[in-house]
């Protein structure tokens, strides 16, 4: 499918319709939708855009190939003067004072946003059902849960709410949501887009990462977004991906395709997604890609060790948030205690269930056992991930073990939410780029490749596009 944003561009240049009755158009769908999908709906501040946008229009003036194109984003990132909460209580009246980085250069291309999207508080979770919002409906079937934790951001472009949405992928944020609802979704090399004004759920795997209904919007968002950062440290310097890789049509036998025998062998991946991931393997293969079989960690090893990190670097990440300097105050006679019952009463049974674990996770007597160990197993995951690449060119494999499950199920069940992240987590460990294509299985496919390699990733996701 061809880009929309060229397509909208192309729209609003020719005066087909006015970038306000655009605007206006998408506010009015989601006033109307139940799908809880939105926390907070930026009208003013679109509207305002829009106007001046036509404005530049009316004059003649060229605009920007992003310029009016409206987008949402997760509630985790800071625009600057709107209320951003982290879908939490503890955030519930704080303004941004700053915006953050990735938000930033979309707006200085022209963008709009229109709204701040429902997600799992502090991006903890699976299903998008740990807000204090309500949770969110998956845009295909409404009894199931949306995906998380950026299921807002996934709905929203499954809907056509918004051209793309802006979500966070610490574990999986991303990916999973994507495949829940049928769109794409990239979370890039680690370290390629700035972090900067993205609330810190584990610093040492957030990534920012866009979704769109198409390959081209996904690359034409990475090339904007991405670049080093004087404000975020990890930030990396990195080529353009070259859009000419989704012209005209790819060829298969450029290809070494590996998967992982644990991740298809593993009894929790339902069956049906089992066979069809099996039958892309074999269109492929008969496409002229090589396929290779590969061995890796368990998939219960990876849960473990990215809920060991991830706990502990979201317990400090959190420990700021105490009521003094960024709302949800309660006031107690003691300071302390002060504390205590500001997090107590304003931070999710979620979210408290991983700062205690994170902080006993890194307590004295325990840290070398479990964090330490941790940290060293994450160590070798990398090395592993090097060696795989060193001959192979993707890694395919399903995005969650099974369909989205239905609102409510898995909340008495943190367990099993934290399973559903089985097919996600190492990659976020390894800090490779990895995309969700809406292809091959009910809930797509992720398709992995080395560092800095997403221009590989784009271009074979045009080739399942071909083959599948
Ligand atoms: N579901 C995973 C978790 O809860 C991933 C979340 C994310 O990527 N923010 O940690």
Same mark, same amino acid.
């Given at each position: ?58 004059? /003649?003036?060229?605009? $920007?190939?992003?310029?009016?194109? =409206?987008? %949402?984003?997760?509630? @985790? *990132?800071? !625009?600057?003067? +709107? ?83 802006? /979500?966070?992928?610490? $574990?999986?944020?991303?990916?999973? =949501?994507? %495949?829940?609802?049928? @769109? *794409?979704? !990239?979370?890039? +090399? ?279």
């Amino acid at each position: 499918m061809a880009s929309e944003i060229r397509r909208i561009h192309e729209d609003l240049k020719s005066k087909k319709y006015t970038c306000t009755d655009l605007i206006k158009d998408k506010l009015a769908q989601i006033e109307a939708s139940d799908l809880n999908s939105n926390n907070l709906v930026l009208t003013e501040l679109a509207l305002e855009k829009a106007a001046a946008v036509d404005a530049k229009i009316a004059n /003649g003036e060229e605009i $920007g190939l992003l310029e009016g194109i =409206p987008f %949402g984003l997760k509630d @985790v *990132y800071l !625009l600057q003067g +709107t209320i951003s909460t982290a879908s939490s209580d503890m955030l519930k009246n704080y303004k941004a004072p700053y915006t953050a980085t990735a938000i930033q250069k979309l707006l200085d291309a022209g963008a709009i946003p229109l709204v701040r999207e429902n997600c799992d508080s502090f991006g903890h979770g699976s299903t998008s059902e740990n807000t204090v919002f309500g949770p969110v409906k998956n845009a295909i079937d409404p009894t199931r849960v949306a995906g998380g934790s950026s299921g807002g951001s996934a709905v929203n472009v499954a809907k056509e709410f918004t051209t793309f949405s802006i /979500g966070g992928d610490t $574990g999986g944020s991303i990916r999973q =949501p994507a %495949g829940y609802n049928k @769109v *794409y979704g !990239l979370k890039p +090399t680690y370290g390629r887009i700035s972090r900067y004004g993205l609330m810190a759920y584990a610093s040492s795997t957030d990534c920012v990462g866009p979704f769109a209904r198409n390959l081209e919007d996904i690359l034409i968002l990475l090339n904007i977004m991405s670049g080093k950062d004087y404000h975020d440290q990890t930030t990396i310097k990195t080529e353009e991906v070259d859009a000419a890789v989704l012209e005209g049509t790819p060829e298969a036998k450029k290809f070494t395709v590996g998967y992982y025998k644990s991740f298809i062998e593993n009894e929790a991946l339902n069956p049906e997604m089992k066979a069809d991931f099996m039958a892309a393997l074999e269109k492929l293969k008969a496409a002229g890609a090589e396929i290779k079989e590969l061995d890796f960690y368990d998939v219960d090893t990876l849960v473990a060790t990215y809920y060991m990190l991830a706990m502990a670097e979201t317990a400090s990440n959190l420990s700021r948030l105490d009521g003094t300097n960024y709302g949800g105050r309660e006031d107690e006679k003691v300071l302390k205690d002060g504390y205590m019952l500001s997090r107590s009463k304003n931070f999710t049974e979620e979210t408290k269930r991983r700062i205690v674990g994170g902080n006993q996770v890194l307590s004295t007597g325990h840290a070398e056992e479990i964090y330490l160990k941790a940290r060293t197993l994450r160590t070798q995951i990398m090395h592993s991930f090097d060696q795989e690449f060193k001959e192979t060119d993707i890694i395919l494999s399903p995005v969650a073990p099974d369909l989205p499950p239905k609102i409510g199920e898995n909340l008495k069940k943190p367990l099993s939410m934290y399973l559903s992240d089985a097919y996600t987590v190492g990659f976020s460990l390894g800090g490779l780029p990895t995309l969700t294509a809406p292809v091959g299985t009910e809930i797509g496919m992720q398709i992995t490749a080395a560092k800095g390699q997403e221009q590989t990733i784009i271009e074979f996701a045009h080739l399942l596009n071909e083959v599948l």
